[in-house]
């Protein structure tokens, strides 16, 4: 029996791992042509990375990446408002969080795949199941048959389309531009993921590796944000910002920089149907304020693949993947969604109410808080 994954992002690629390492055989599906080095990085934070430990993974993404020892929220002049300090965190559940560029992690995923058929070019048009098997047609007119599917096919999903009616995209109304750059900031940045927060905008940076930073940049829009930041000068869009970030944004190639629109999918009342499951954003597609929608995917694959390994009914084995993994996934999409909210407020009273508000809550409850999305229940 081969296990057919769709989708080749970090969600599926790890999904295969974890069945290969189960003894399954396993095959994917994957829609692009090619795998491009795009042009962004990717946080991994401690729970994600207890699963690729588990995998044995771990090694190779801390040598590949960059370790990340706090988490600091600021105002717009990178005056800290609140610090997540990872070090406790690294202690508790001895791994380090670490923030990689995403193309690194993909050499590095499929490094563990090379021995699995991956079809590239197959982009999913349609599923239909029938009592004995799953049919699936690609765009390019060719078929397949399996018997358990997974679709991991991102928060578009074919799959989720096919098994499921009035499944709802929310779009958070907020454009995110992310880059990479070679620039000398401060030392003291090496180890710190640091998000500055202004009116109704906010940016961040981080290092990737020795040399390489990685940034993200957010700002609310009203309607339609390719009109209304049609031509933006994105240094001049942050000059009421700190002077490292215009200095950050000048120094990154303009057509490396992405743009997209935030989105999260309204949690699903069920993740399968008969021998059909979602996985990753297919699934449980947050927004990024929590830096959780990879590291999501990474336990919902690894969670899947002990299920299917644990028990042979295979509707049974997803019914016990949702058991142990859907409230956690939930809790992060909804979580991610307000911070959203309180990130891009852009009332001035209500800023530096927020910005006061932060500064005195102990960091205690913070860490508290955080400790919940670090900690595996399986
Ligand atoms: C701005 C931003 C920043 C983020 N930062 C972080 C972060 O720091 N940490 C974190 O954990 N998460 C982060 N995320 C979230 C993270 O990127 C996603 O949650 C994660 O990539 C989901 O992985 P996935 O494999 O489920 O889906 P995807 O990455 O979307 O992969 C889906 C794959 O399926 C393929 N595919 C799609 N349709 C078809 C089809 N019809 N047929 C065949 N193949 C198909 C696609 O080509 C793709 O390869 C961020 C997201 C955004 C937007």
């Known amino acids: 029996m081969t296990i057919t994954v769709i989708g080749a992002g970090i969600g599926g690629l790890t999904t295969a791992i974890a069945l290969k390492q189960k003894g399954f055989d396993v095959e994917i599906f994957e829609a692009t042509p090619e795998f491009k080095k795009a042009g962004s990085g990717i946080n991994l934070a401690i729970n994600a990375m207890q699963v690729y430990k588990r ?23 990178l005056k800290p408002l609140s610090k997540i300090d990872l070090i406790k965190f690294e202690e508790k559940f001895d791994v380090r969080s670490v923030a990689i560029h995403r193309a690194t992690l993909h050499k590095i995923l499929l490094k563990r795949l090379s021995d699995i058929p991956i079809h590239l070019n197959k982009k999913l048009s349609s599923l239909t199941q029938s009592s004995t098997k799953i049919n699936l047609s690609f765009e390019d007119g060719t078929t ?33 531009w992310r880059g990479i750059t070679k620039i000398n900031i401060p030392q003291k940045y090496k180890t710190e993921l640091n998000e500055l927060w202004g009116k109704g905008k906010r940016f961040g940076f981080v290092h990737i590796n020795q040399d390489e930073i990685y940034w993200y940049a957010l700002a609310n829009y009203k309607s339609n944000y390719k009109k209304e930041f049609k031509n933006i000068e994105l240094s001049k869009f942050y000059t009421d910002f700190h002077p490292l970030i ?33 996985l990753g954003d297919s699934a449980h597609a947050t927004t990024p304020n929590l830096g959780q929608g990879a590291c999501q995917a990474i336990e919902s694959a690894y969670v899947l693949s002990n299920c299917l390994s644990q028990e042979k009914e295979v509707e049974t084995a997803f019914e016990n993947f949702e058991a142990i993994r859907k409230k956690k996934a939930v809790k992060v999409v909804d979580t991610s969604w307000k911070i959203g909210e309180i990130a891009h407020l852009e009332n001035t009273i209500g800023i530096a109410l927020r910005n006061f508000v932060m500064k005195v809550t102990p960091g205690a409850i913070a860490q508290k808080q955080t400790s919940h999305l670090f900690e595996l229940n399986y």
């Open 246 to 278: 215009g200095k950050i944004i000048s120094s990154t190639a303009k057509n490396n920089i992405l743009t997209n629109e935030m989105a999260d999918l309204k949690p699903l009342p069920s993740w399968h149907f008969k021998n059909v499951c979602l």
């Open 144 to 176: 397949h048959t399996s018997t358990i599917v997974i679709g991991a096919d991102g928060i578009h999903s074919v799959v989720r389309q096919a098994i499921f009616d009035n499944t709802k995209i929310r779009i958070a109304k907020q454009v995110c």
């Open 55 to 77: 995998l044995g993974i771990y090694d190779d993404i801390l040598q590949a990446g960059s370790y990340t020892n706090s988490m600091i929220i600021t105002d717009k002049n």
